[in-house]
């Protein structure tokens, strides 16, 4: 609640904690539960106010570190308020960067904001990351301003992931449907 207040915009803050949002990261921690059996380091990319961090954190699933990159600024702060005793720990960093131009060598990468880069930042995006990473993607088919790529049905989000597809499928929520892929980077 602390990192809500002391946001510079809670009533955006907030928008973090809506049941579609906090559903769509249950769902994907369900999944990334038995995709994990040792201790792994985690990047999400477009992280936002370190929401999903913290979930994993708190469920169980084996976790060296978490890294959650976001290109807004005002996320840091409050995403290293969410996480604050794992930051402590050295478990947690929150860091303001383009997902498009960060290096990641962690175990797993998240990308739970794929609605919000174009499929040509997607392409660059994903160049970058090592082979064989495993990666998790979330998008859905909600066309608002803010959603530059946006997907009419999960096949066409599969169509356009670019992975060695491991497992997928989609859940509606109040709003939208949402769309989730879990993959390897390929050569
Ligand atoms: C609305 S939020 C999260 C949406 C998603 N449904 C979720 O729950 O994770 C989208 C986030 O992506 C971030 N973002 C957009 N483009 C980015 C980029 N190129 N690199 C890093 N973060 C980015 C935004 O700043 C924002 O915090």
């Known amino acids: 609640m602390q990192a809500i ?3 510079e915009n809670p009533m955006r803050t907030m928008d973090a904690f809506w049941a579609g949002q906090i559903k769509s990261k249950e769902w994907l921690i369900d999944q990334l539960s038995h995709q994990v059996k040792e201790p792994v ?3 999400i990319h ?3 106010v370190g929401v999903l961090a913290s979930m994993i954190f708190q469920s169980g699933i084996p976790v060296k570190n978490i890294r959650s990159v976001d290109i807004d600024h005002t996320c840091e702060s409050i995403a290293t308020m969410m996480n604050k005793g794992e930051e402590i720990e050295g478990r947690f960093k929150a860091v ?3 997902m498009c131009e960060i290096r990641s060598d962690a175990d ?3 990308n739970t904001s794929c609605e ?3 499929q040509e930042q997607y392409e660059l995006w994903l160049s970058g990351l090592p082979h064989n990473t495993l990666v998790i993607l979330q998008s859905n088919n909600y066309d608002i301003p803010e959603h530059v790529r946006w997907h009419k ?4 989000f599969k169509a356009t992931c670019g992975l060695h597809f491991l497992w997928g499928g989609e859940m509606k929520t109040q709003l939208y449907t949402r769309y989730m892929i879990i993959g390897k980077k390929n050569e």
């Not at 049905?153 to 066409?156: A, L, N």
């Open 5 to 7: 207040r002391n946001s």
């Open 41 to 43: 380091s985690i990047d």
């Open 46 to 48: 477009g992280g936002w």
């Open 96 to 98: 303001t960067a383009d």
């Open 108 to 110: 797993v990468v998240i």
């Open 116 to 118: 919000h880069i174009t």
């Open 153 to 156: 049905s999960f096949d066409d």
